[in-house]
């Protein structure tokens, strides 16, 4: 199977506009979320679109897409992690951290290892992770933060290194719990890279990461993203 990864902004109407139906297809019809839509089964444009860094996974069509934020630019769901900014000893600054938003990829291509990359095959969703991860280095960022599902995307991001840095939630308008996780996605982090690992021993204390996530999740098996 040919799949090609693409990096886009907001400027490319026909790709953003793949991105508004998958989100729409992923987040809404399967998920259950309530989002503004723009046309039937298209989602609208958020405010974070416009200085969004997207990457897309297409064989033609988009089978997968996720999205990062700087935070010199904006701050998706500040609210719930404005409070890294002014503790103590936190790795985080606006310059070199961004969020991780709208990781969507269809049902029939979850899981899979259907794309080669340098490092080997992987999935759609690690494949474009990878890719994003790469350009936002390119950006001066040294760490990205996601906030996620206690689904199974939450075993996803811990895969890819990411680390829990708050406790489990409620999110107005999420359908599951969310956590907030973190990573460094670079080999010496601009700031305090002990931070990370700090939070989450807080956090999951003698439990550890599966039974944490286990007890607060709705369920392991729920076919979620990705």
């Known amino acids: 199977m040919n799949i090609r990864l693409v990096r886009f902004r907001r400027e490319n109407s026909r790709f953003i506009e793949a991105y508004w139906k998958l989100k729409f297809a992923v987040f809404c019809s399967e998920l259950g979320w ?19 860094f997207f990457v897309g996974a297409f064989s033609p069509c988009l089978l ?19 409070h890294h900014f002014s503790g103590a000893g936190s790795c ?6 961004a969020t991780i938003t709208s990781l969507a990829v269809l049902p029939a291509y979850r899981g899979r290892r259907l794309l080669q990359m340098e490092d080997g095959v992987n999935t759609v ?13 390119t950006q001066g960022i040294c ?9 199974r995307a939450v ?3 811990r895969k890819l290194g990411f680390r829990v840095i708050d406790p489990a939630t409620s ?16 080999p010496e982090p601009d700031g305090n890279s002990e931070y990370l690992e700090e939070r989450e021993s807080k ?19 729920i076919d979620s993203i990705p």
Do not use: C, Q
Not at 34 to 50: N, Q, V, Y
């Open 34 to 52: 309530r989002l503004p839509t723009s046309k039937p089964e298209i989602a609208a444009e958020d405010e974070f679109d416009a200085v969004g």
């Open 64 to 82: 997968g897409v996720i999205r990062g934020v700087r935070m010199v630019d904006a701050i998706p769901y500040y609210a719930m992690i404005s």
């Open 155 to 157: 075993y996803f991001f």
């Open 143 to 151: 760490y990205v933060v996601a906030n996620v599902s206690l689904t």
């Open 92 to 97: 985080f600054r606006n310059r070199t951290t």
């Open 203 to 221: 956090i999951l204390g003698a439990e550890g990461f599966d039974v944490y996530t286990s007890r607060h999740a709705v369920s392991r098996e």
């Open 125 to 137: 969703a690690a494949g474009i992770a990878t890719e994003l991860f790469r350009w936002l280095r």
């Open 171 to 186: 999110h107005l308008g999420h359908p599951f719990p969310v956590v907030n996780m973190a990573m460094s996605i670079v």
